[in-house]
């Protein structure tokens, strides 16, 4: 299809009127096919909020102002007898597994990330992250969500948010997956919304290809209005979900769904039933993980980078760190929630800027990698949602039992890290059992275990089993 000069020539005069004209430089020398590309690419930019983004984000480095009154949130502990808040375990967990049973609650998956850190070749659900098995990190989600609806007799849809530049992809690999098994017409998958890639000195946005502006996923938190655009909140009204159990696409041994923490979410009398949260304490005042505070009244998340240091070395007359709930990224999110946030049409998350390094096309039509980081990028988080809650409950877990993200290739949450972490909790809970682990001088596991979420969900589940009495030295167990 040609497009008639009039309306490119409209599109070259409302770019030029932002400084973006430079998007057309090579639109003579391109197929029909790719100038068509180029448009419905520059039709969804929005062209007029693009100087004020500029002036305030790239030109910019927006100051984060810390909340006059800041104290740490409260949480539920996980020692429910603790003199800090004790509290009925059990209670909670009838009230989550009744609305389990009453179908009123979905997964939600983000997995629009670009998984850079990674650098696998693929949208990051795939990668193999069984301890044993090598089981992608979906295939270990989808057996969570089967382990549920066993329990519970009742379907657990799957919504899982995709990016524009993995969609088909992970769409696909479900489908040559027979989706785990599980029943396709309850899983959704949905792509979010992008930003383009800004030069940070000129803040021109970049040319990924001579009819490509660059782009990037516009964070976890564009979830918020993906959700709603898509038609996912739609479906899950039409289905009866109350709830979603949202949960990042890198950490094989979250809990996707928690009775306990659905049913404080759900039930707890200082929740609004609106977005709550996992905590864990922190391993160190430097750990890289957002961290619960109080700011105004509201609880919010505040990222580590802008948590003084002052405040995050503070500690308490037991030596514990007095700023400790770090976040592992795992929420409750009431469905009405997100209809309260979207039926306001001025709601917006704040963008969050990071410099990247972003190849591009110059204004010569050679490709440049940059050595160093060139660009902007924005992206929206999604615990910027919390301070919106009416009310917004935080409860601790243990970062042995649920915490295993693999972000990089190597070192510190990569796989090996990740299958370490595997290994020791299916070793404690073996242990727990009754079955002997062999340990090495320092105490860690001298085999390789995992157990799949299908199987267990915890120790009490190993229990008449056909387990081995005992695990031989540099053995691979996977149930
Ligand atoms: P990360 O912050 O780890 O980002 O995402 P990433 O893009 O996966 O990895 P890097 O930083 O490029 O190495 C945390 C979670 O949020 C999702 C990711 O898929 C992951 O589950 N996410 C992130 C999105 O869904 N969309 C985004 O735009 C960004």
Known sequence: MTHPPRSIEAIRARLASVGQEHLLR??????????????????????????????????????????????????????????????????????????????????FTVAGGQGTRLGFNGPKGCFPAG???????????????????????????????????????????????????????????????????FDMTTGRILLAEPWQPATNPDGHGGSFK????????ADMKRRGIEHLSYFQVDNPMVRVIDPVFIGLHVGAADSSAEMSSKMLPKASPAEKVGVFCVGNGRTMIIEYSDLPSTLAEQRLDDGSLRFNAGSPAIHMVGVSFIEKLNSDPAFEL???????????????????????????????????????????????????????????????DSAQSSARLQTRRAAAWFEQVGVRVPRRSDGEPDCTLEISPLTAWGPEDLRGLDLPSVIEPGAKLAI
Request: aromatic letters at 12%; proline letters at 9%; hydrophobic letters at 35%.
């Open 26 to 107: 090579f639109w003579d020398q391109l197929t029909p096919d790719r100038q068509s590309n180029l448009v419905s690419e520059l039709e969804r930019i929005d062209t007029s909020g693009l100087p004020r983004l500029i002036e305030r984000y790239v030109h910019a480095k927006p100051e984060f102002a810390l909340p006059e009154r800041l104290s740490p949130a409260p949480y539920y502990p996980l020692d429910v007898n603790s003199t800090r808040k004790p509290w009925d375990r059990q209670q909670f967990r009838s009230l989550g597994e009744q609305a389990l049973r009453r179908g009123k609650v979905a997964c």
């Open 350 to 412: 704040p963008f969050h800027r990071a410099e990247k390094k972003v190849s591009f096309i110059d204004d010569s039509g050679d490709r440049v990698n940059p050595e160093k980081p060139n660009a902007v990028k924005l992206e929206r988080f999604v615990f910027d949602a919390l301070p919106f809650c009416k009310a917004s409950i935080v409860m601790e877990t243990s970062r042995d039992d649920e915490f295993a993200p693999i972000k990089n290739a190597s070192g510190d």
């Open 131 to 197: 301890a044993v098995t090598g089981k992608s990190l979906f295939a270990i989600f989808a057996e969570g969500i089967a382990g549920a609806e066993r329990r519970y007799g009742q379907p657990v849809p799957w919504y899982i948010m995709t990016s524009p530049l993995n969609h088909d992809d992970t769409v696909e690999y479900f489908q040559r997956s027979y989706h785990f098994g599980l029943d396709p017409a309850n899983i959704m998958f949905f792509p979010q919304g992008v930003m383009p890639s």
């Open 226 to 233: 993906a959700l709603w655009v898509s038609g996912a909140v």
